[in-house]
């Protein structure tokens, strides 16, 4: 069973940055494919960024935010700089399991293990 834990939101001003983690058990995390996903108030879930060899993202991001990963610590991170008042979600991690080789996935019905979700607000 895969176990996600996320940490790292909190309050931040509009242009500040905030780095999320996202903590992996169970399985082997070199191949489990991982995103970020994020849910405002009133709005449905939405795809932030997933990671192969490398980073994709939606569109309002590309630029501000980094995903990266680190196999040795079965850990996922969102690095968010120029963080924008639209940016306010709470913000969930998201895995598959033995998935080889590792793709990134945009669909948040790909993936079958969630985090707990973590705030981010950001204020003007």
């Known amino acids: 069973q895969v176990q996600l834990v996320e940490s790292g939101g909190g309050l931040v001003q509009a242009g500040g940055s905030l780095r999320l983690s996202c903590a992996a058990s169970?399985?082997?995390?070199?191949?489990?494919?991982v995103g970020w996903f994020r849910q405002a108030q009133g709005k449905e879930r939405e795809f932030v960024a997933a990671?192969?060899?490398?980073?994709v993202y939606t569109t309002s991001v590309t630029g501000r935010f980094t995903i990266s990963r680190d196999n040795a610590k079965n850990t996922v991170y969102l690095s968010m700089t120029s963080l924008k008042v639209e940016d306010t979600a709470v913000y969930y991690c998201?895995?598959?399991?033995?998935?080889?080789?590792?793709?990134?996935?945009?669909?948040?019905?790909?993936?079958?293990?969630w985090g707990q979700g973590t705030q981010v607000t950001v204020s003007s």
């Open positions: 998201a895995a598959r399991a033995s998935m080889s080789p590792v793709v990134a996935l945009r669909r948040s019905n790909e993936y079958n293990y």
């Open positions: 990671i192969s060899s490398s980073g």
């Open positions: 169970g399985g082997t995390f070199s191949i489990y494919a």
